[in-house]
């Protein structure tokens, strides 16, 4: 989440059902949210949210994996939601990036929603550099491509 000039971000961690405590991450510079994005999604890859600590009962839950996938399909429908607003209008890679990170996403989510968009036909995505179509799944959605001066790639979403 962007305030100002600052990124922040917050990370539970959640040792019982009555204790609770949160780490929060405040940097001036897009890179380093990325960075504890990734930690934040990689301590939880289901929802980038929090960490639990694991049920160590013997008792195993036959759902924990339709639960797990559930709430990844859950999360890829709410970026899908988020991305096909804000591509109501032509985006470049650089606006791309920063609006993923923005909604606390990693750019490997983006990537994901983009190429299946662009395997239906959903999307054009325009190399700037030449006018051309990009070289299919060259979406530019890093910190390398986002540094550079001038944007690499337009994203326009197909009208339906």
């Given amino acids: 989440m962007k305030f100002g000039r600052y990124y922040s971000t917050s990370f539970v961690i959640e040792r019982d059902t009555s204790n609770r405590y949160a780490v ?3 940097s001036p510079h ?13 301590m939880d890859e289901d929802e980038g949210r929090g960490f639990s ?4 009962s013997p008792r ?7 639960a797990k996938m559930l709430a990844q ?10 991305l096909r607003d804000f591509l109501h209008n032509p985006r470049t890679n650089r606006e791309l990036y920063v ?7 990693l750019p490997r989510h983006g990537n ?3 190429k299946h968009w662009q395997d239906q036909e959903l999307i054009d995505v325009a190399d700037l550099h030449d006018d051309r179509p990009a070289r299919k799944g060259s979406f530019y959605l890093n910190w390398r491509s986002y540094r550079q001066d001038t944007p ?3 994203f326009t979403l197909k009208r339906s």
């Fill in 99 to 105: 609006q993923i990170l923005e909604w606390e996403f």
């Fill in 73 to 82: 399909e859950a999360n890829y429908a709410k970026l899908e939601r988020l």
């Fill in 24 to 26: 929060f991450f405040i």
């Fill in 152 to 154: 690499r790639v337009k």
């Fill in 53 to 56: 600590q694991p049920d160590i």
């Fill in 30 to 42: 897009i890179y380093g949210y990325e960075k504890i994005l990734e930690v934040k999604w990689q």
């Fill in 60 to 66: 195993f839950s036959l759902f924990e994996a339709e």
């Fill in 112 to 114: 994901q929603v983009l």
